[in-house]
């Protein structure tokens, strides 16, 4: 039985995951700056 607020955190993490890696390809396209 899934929760609302489960489907809530797991979406986040999702998108979080996405949002590191969109990051870790713009630091690997610019090595010389890397904004977090």
């Given at each position: 039985m899934t929760t609302p607020i489960y489907r809530d955190r797991q979406?986040?993490?999702?998108?979080?995951?996405a949002r590191l890696r969109a990051h870790?390809?713009?630091?690997?396209?610019h090595p010389m700056e890397t904004p977090l």
């Open positions: 979406s986040a993490g999702r998108t979080l995951a870790a390809r713009r630091a690997a396209s």
